[in-house]
C-alpha cells in the first residue's frame, strides 16, 4: 500500500508539529509513506470564497500530485471533504475519480483501512474533544 501524505495549507504553515506528528503515526503503523514535494493547497480557501471556479487550478495540481498514490491522507477533516465532495467542479476524469475516492482523514483511515481501533497510545489526563462538522456531517466520522 502506498499512501500519500497530505498536509493542508494551514498545518504547513501554522503547525508543522501536527505534519510531523501525522507522518510519524502512520510510520508506526507501517504505513509506507510518501509526501509529494509539490503539493499545495486543496482549493478549499477559495472554493470556501465563492471563487469554486478559480480554485480549479489548485484543484488539478492536487490531482496531480496525488493520482499514483493507492490511498491519500491527511490530518485535516475539511480539506478531505472538500476533495470528496468538491472536485465535481473537475472533469471526471479516471485520475480525478481514483483521487477523491481514495482521499481520508487520518483517523477514518485507521479505522476504515487499517482497521485499527487500538494504537497503543495514551494519555493520562482528561481532556474536551470537538468533532468538527466536516467530518461529523461531511464524512460521517460520528
Same mark, same amino acid.
Given at each position: 500500500?502506498?499512501?500519500?501524505?497530505?498536509?493542508?495549507?494551514?498545518?504547513? $504553515?501554522?503547525?508543522?508539529?501536527?505534519?510531523?506528528?501525522?507522518?510519524?503515526?502512520?510510520?508506526?503503523?507501517?504505513?509506507? +509513506?510518501?509526501?509529494?514535494?509539490?503539493?499545495? @493547497?486543496?482549493? $478549499?480557501?477559495?472554493?470556501?470564497?465563492?471563487?469554486?471556479?478559480?480554485?480549479? !487550478?489548485?484543484? $488539478?495540481? &492536487? +490531482?496531480?500530485? &496525488? /493520482?499514483?498514490?493507492?490511498?491519500? +491522507?491527511?490530518?485535516?477533516?475539511?480539506?478531505?471533504?472538500?476533495? /470528496?465532495?468538491? #472536485?465535481?467542479?473537475?472533469?471526471?476524469?479516471?485520475?480525478?475519480? /481514483?483521487?477523491?475516492?481514495?482521499?481520508?482523514?487520518?483517523?477514518? #483511515?485507521?479505522? /476504515?483501512?487499517?482497521?485499527?481501533?487500538?494504537?497503543?497510545?495514551? #494519555?493520562?489526563?482528561? +481532556?474536551?474533544?470537538?468533532?468538527? @462538522?466536516? !467530518?461529523?456531517?461531511?464524512?460521517?466520522? !460520528?
Amino acid at each position: 500500500m502506498k499512501v500519500g501524505l497530505f498536509i493542508p495549507c494551514y498545518i504547513n $504553515q501554522l503547525y508543522p508539529q501536527v505534519a510531523i506528528a501525522t507522518l510519524e503515526l502512520l510510520e508506526k503503523l507501517g504505513v509506507d +509513506v510518501y509526501y509529494p514535494t509539490g503539493q499545495t @493547497c486543496c482549493g $478549499q480557501p477559495l472554493g470556501n470564497s465563492g471563487y469554486e471556479e478559480d480554485s480549479k !487550478g489548485a484543484c $488539478q495540481v &492536487f +490531482v496531480e500530485n &496525488f /493520482k499514483e498514490y493507492d490511498y491519500i +491522507v491527511g490530518p485535516s477533516g475539511s480539506c478531505i471533504y472538500h476533495v /470528496k465532495h468538491h #472536485f465535481d467542479i473537475l472533469e471526471q476524469t479516471p485520475e480525478v475519480i /481514483k483521487v477523491r475516492n481514495n482521499a481520508y482523514e487520518l483517523c477514518e #483511515f485507521i479505522v /476504515k483501512v487499517l482497521g485499527k481501533t487500538d494504537i497503543g497510545a495514551s #494519555f493520562p489526563h482528561k +481532556v474536551g474533544l470537538h468533532k468538527s @462538522c466536516h !467530518g461529523l456531517r461531511g464524512l460521517k466520522l !460520528g
